[in-house]
Nanobody
Framework: QVQLTESGGRLVQAGDSLRLSCSAS????????KGWFRQAPGKEREFVAT????????YYANSVKGRFTISRDNTKNTVDLQMNNLRPEDTAVYFC?????????????????WGQGTQVTVSS
């Protein structure tokens, strides 16, 4: 009974900013670990960012470090991804993921639950 729903993806121009949001619906499972991944057509899914359970620390892929910011609101059960200075290479389907366990601040934690993704397209 866990459902993750991403929103906010759209077509933007290089240099623009965009904020993605992931809303979690869970009646019985407490989602401790949360993160963002992305996948471009024909490429493997790659790690983007993850955040500590209390929101006090975060870990980012080198490709987005300094441009993206992950945050979470545990009262609303949401996790957001603020993306600044977007580049064409950021074009991908962005997925949020979560797990009931503390997966740590690592790039490939193996999350149990996944959303369906939201498309972000950055034009030159």
């Amino acid at each position: 009974q866990v459902q993750l729903t991403e929103s906010g993806g759209r077509l933007v121009q290089a240099g623009d900013s965009l904020r993605l949001s992931c809303s979690a619906s869970s009646r019985t499972v407490v989602l401790y670990s949360k993160g963002w991944f992305r996948q471009a057509p024909g490429k493997e899914r790659e790690f983007v960012a993850t955040i500590a359970g209390n929101g006090g620390a975060a870990y980012y892929a080198n490709s987005v470090k300094g441009r993206f910011t992950i945050s979470r609101d545990n009262t609303k059960n949401t996790v957001d991804l603020q993306m600044n200075n977007l580049r064409p290479e950021d074009t991908a389907v962005y997925f949020c993921a979560a797990d009931a366990l503390d997966k740590g601040l690592i790039s490939n934690p193996g999350y149990t639950y996944w959303g369906q993704g939201t498309q972000v397209t950055v034009s030159s």
